[in-house]
């Protein structure tokens, strides 16, 4: 079968000249066919060009989101880093409980007098009613968790119940805590070394006279025989009230240990302390004489809690 041609012709309005070009039929379909594909890809290229127009705000929202969940893990990376702090304190504090409670247990061994410690309530940490959570904001949960993903929603919330527990679990270490240190300091200021190396000469009760009146009284104390001179300890630590001379117990020294307790050494030689000072348990505070109203060598010792003579001879159970 021949071949089809077709001829074009075109003519100049200027020149008047006329042109002609002479084309195979398949050429011609040819470029029909390219004409209609470049058509195609030009009305694909304008709808792709609407379609994104369109899409422009959605993608501009979808980054905005991607943002703020950006800064939502920051903020969740920062409160498990401040999470983790709060968890080391708690480990922290933890230790030093069990270091006091272990202390407290061995001066509670060595005291055998702690069944006498005055009766009183202690409160430790804050009082109840007045207890908030200070660094702990419900408002940290946005009102708009429901159109967060889920896993960041379940994660802010599980790190305030973390948080929340953290606080009230380290509350309850410190109250112990404050427990532990009151009845530490309650233990120390029982007075338990004996005070001087000796015999009882004298016990708590007996009748005594008094010089000062010429009448008899109870004995408020006990009398150890020792020889002059012997070094005198205080029996707990504590703060001096007095040190002096005295009327019936010649030179006297007055020993405040906190809690209620006191002691009294009397009769003594020498002094080694003033009114005011700070005495650690077992420090040397004077020695064994035979001054004021006294036969011969010896120490007057006396116990007090809440002002009252107790009997010295429950607390005697140390040697320095």
């Not at 200070?134 to 946005?142: G, N, Q, Y």
């Amino acid at each position: 079968m021949a071949k089809k041609f077709y001829t074009i012709l075109i003519a100049s309005e200027k020149s008047g000249k006329i042109k002609n070009y002479i084309i195979s039929s398949l050429t011609l379909k040819i470029f029909a066919t390219f004409l209609g594909i470049a058509m195609a890809v030009f009305s694909l290229m304008i709808c792709d060009n609407v379609i994104y127009k369109k899409k422009i705000p959605d993608l501009q929202e979808l980054r905005a989101q991607t943002h703020s969940q950006q800064a939502e893990i920051h903020s969740l990376m920062a409160k498990v880093s401040s999470l983790e702090e709060q968890t080391n304190r708690l480990k922290e504090i933890e230790k030093q409980m069990k270091r006091d409670l272990k202390e407290a247990h061995e001066l509670k061994k060595a005291k055998k007098a702690f069944s006498i410690i005055p009766k009183k309530k202690i409160y430790a940490g804050t009082k109840e009613g007045t207890m908030e959570v200070t660094f702990i904001r419900e408002d940290e949960v946005s009102l708009l968790d429901n159109e967060r993903p889920p896993l960041i929603s379940h994660l802010r919330q599980d790190l305030l119940k973390l948080r929340k527990e953290a606080y009230q679990r380290r509350q309850k270490f410190q109250e112990f805590q404050e427990l532990l240190r009151n009845q530490k300091s309650i233990l120390l200021a029982i007075p338990s070394l004996w005070p001087v190396l000796g015999r009882i000469s004298s016990e708590f009760g007996d009748t005594r006279l008094s010089g000062s009146s010429g009448g008899t009284r109870p004995h408020r104390g006990v009398d150890i025989a020792a020889p002059l001179g012997s070094p005198i300890a205080a029996t707990a630590g504590g703060t001096v009230s007095f040190a002096g001379r005295d009327l019936e117990c010649g030179r006297l020294i007055c020993i405040d240990h906190g809690h209620g307790f006191s002691t009294i050494y009397g009769h003594l030689k020498e002094i080694f302390v003033q009114t005011g000072d700070k005495i650690r348990e077992g420090q040397t505070v004077g020695t064994v004489g035979s001054s004021g109203n006294s036969t011969g060598p010896h120490l007057h010792y006396e116990v007090r809690l809440q002002g009252n003579p107790v009997n010295p001879a429950h607390y005697l159970n140390q040697i320095k």
